[in-house]
């Protein structure tokens, strides 16, 4: 099963259509919150509760999801590297490019796979390889985010 997760608050839509279009017939599941289209294909659901959503990173082949940090640190509590679709300000998506710069952070570290453009996702997860998407270093999740955290805060003082 291919899980993918915007987050419940805002829409993501530019991903849910590149959900809907990607090729082939395993079960995908969407938790499309506030989204305003119906994905092509796929089981999409407005919200689900955190203990469900982590049953679903733990039975999903590959997670792909925004850069919100609670849903990336829930995929890698759970072993899980996701594929990571940032949200984007100028297509109205998130107030600024947070999610662009936590995500390619992650990425640097290997702790993410990174799509910044959606139209991309299809070739992405036709070369992601199963093996990838165990994290092999879970002690190394916790160093990685302080330091970007504590980065981020310095450089907001």
Known sequence: MI???????????????????????????????ASSIEP???????????????????????VVMHAGAGSVL????????????????KFGEAVDDHQVSFGRHLARAGLVRLVEDPARLAATLASHDAAAVTLREPSRLVAE?????EGVIKAAA
């Open 3 to 33: 899980l993918v997760t915007i987050g419940a608050s805002e829409p993501f839509d530019r991903l849910v259509e590149a959900v809907g279009r990607l090729p082939g017939d395993e079960e995908v599941l969407i938790q499309c919150g």
């Open 40 to 62: 092509l294909r796929g089981t999409c659901v407005a919200f689900m509760s955190f203990d469900e959503l982590v049953e679903r990173v733990r039975e999903a082949r590959v």
């Open 74 to 89: 829930a995929a890698l509590a759970e072993g899980k590297i996701p594929v990571v679709v940032p949200r984007r300000r």
């Open 145 to 149: 985010v302080q330091r970007y955290l």
